[in-house]
């Protein structure tokens, strides 16, 4: 048997006739590039998250770059962020001007320590950007409260998360700025790049739609300076048939977790292999289902490549530890939990079409792995 990271096929498979349908629709109309089907999308997606207000752009990773741009963060002004988690998050701040400042991760959710979070704030700091890893929020009271106390903007990185809560409150509702990814492989993938940011502020959001138009309010007269990310039309009406099925697809997620919880804990495996926690008060989506594995990771992987099953490391280097923010000055060791992560967890595969033989054959073949 082969059992893949993820497998998209099915999936297509399933909306084959309507996604081609809502393509046709979009050719037909000539119309690609935001217009009727974005703006549809964008009410969608802000009633899905409980916000106001939903803006689309190009990808994920110009989401936050425009929620930087939004808040004025310029050059050499601190933002505070996770040394855990997908290289556009602290490159963002960096293509601002911005410096990020890592804080460390809590060991069980992989998210911001939210304990050490007060200790790195500055003179000089102007937003924090906890990052819902997984699938899962990060505890967002207490951060709310730091930011605050501190005048300090909370900018969800929601990439993995739509549709995840933290105490009854969805992803991207809770902070100043939600920051969504639609990347093919996400829980709500469309058929390219794309991205989407939610709010409350209408002020906010008005500029946001100048800022991703080259800062234009009306066509070739420009208020402020902005960037070219425009959500296409094509994305939008795919995105559009995806979103009718993401709670059924999020809770058969739920459902493969807890599967897994349950087989792996029946193997009583001979080395120790740790599932995911979730916190109480989460509703943890399962962007991934990544176990941490505190000896013979590396091993244990190659075991299951060579027995057809995939897995994938997020994240194998943190940010602090990239060449590219070698002038931050932070060391190995300066991040120790982050640090244990990269060597220590995997993603094993998980999907919503995923079938009960497949995660039995994936944990098998770990009860098979002799470190």
């Known amino acids: ?34 217009g009727p089907e974005v703006q549809a999308l964008e009410e969608d997606v802000a009633r899905y998250s409980q916000t106001q207000q939903a803006i689309g752009c190009a990808s994920g990773s110009d989401a936050l770059l425009l929620a930087l741009l939004v808040l004025g963060i310029t050059s050499g002004e601190e933002v505070i962020t996770s040394p855990f988690t997908f290289f556009a998050t602290g490159s963002a701040i960096a293509r601002v001007g911005g410096r990020p400042v890592f804080v460390d991760i809590d ?24 990052v819902h890893l997984y699938g899962q929020c990060a ?20 990439a993995q998360a739509l549709g995840s809560e933290d105490d009854g409150r969805r992803a991207g509702s809770m902070g100043r700025l939600g920051c969504f990814s639609f ?37 070739y007269h420009h208020s402020e300076v902005g960037i070219n990310s425009r959500l296409d039309a094509l994305q939008a009406a795919v995105l559009r048939v995806k979103l009718k ?11 493969k977790a807890a599967a897994y919880d349950q ?7 001979e080395f120790e292999l740790v599932p995911p926690f979730i916190r ?8 991934q289902y990544v176990v941490r594995v505190p000896a013979h990771r590396d091993s244990m992987i190659r075991h299951l490549a060579s027995h057809g099953v995939g897995t994938k490391i997020y994240y194998p280097v943190p940010l602090h530890l990239q060449e590219c923010f070698e002038y931050l000055g932070y060391k190995e060791g300066a991040f120790p939990e982050a640090e244990r992560a990269a060597r220590e967890t995997v993603a094993l595969p998980c999907f919503p079409e995923l079938t009960e033989a497949q995660q039995q054959y994936v944990v098998d073949t770990i009860r098979g792995f002799q470190a």
């Open 139 to 158: 505890d967002m009271d207490p951060l709310l409260e730091i930011g605050d106390r501190h005048q300090l903007p909370i900018i969800e990185d929601a």
């Open 263 to 269: 087989m792996l804990q029946d193997a009583e495996l």
């Open 183 to 219: 990347y093919p492989t996400k829980n709500l993938g469309g058929a390219g790049d794309g991205g989407m940011l939610t709010t409350d502020d209408q002020e906010l959001a008005d500029r946001l739609r100048r800022l991703r138009v080259h800062g234009a309010a009306n066509e």
């Open 280 to 287: 109480p008060e989460a509703r943890h989506i399962f962007h």
């Open 1 to 34: 048997m082969k059992v893949p990271l993820l497998d998209l096929r099915p999936q297509y498979e399933s909306l084959r006739d309507e996604l081609l349908g809502a393509i046709a629709r979009v050719i037909d109309s000539q119309q690609f590039i935001l």
């Open 107 to 130: 060991p069980r959710t992989y998210n911001l320590d939210v304990a050490r979070v007060e200790e790195a704030i500055t003179p000089q700091t102007r937003a924090i950007v906890p």
């Open 245 to 255: 099925y993401l709670e059924s697809w999020s809770e058969a997620r739920r459902q």
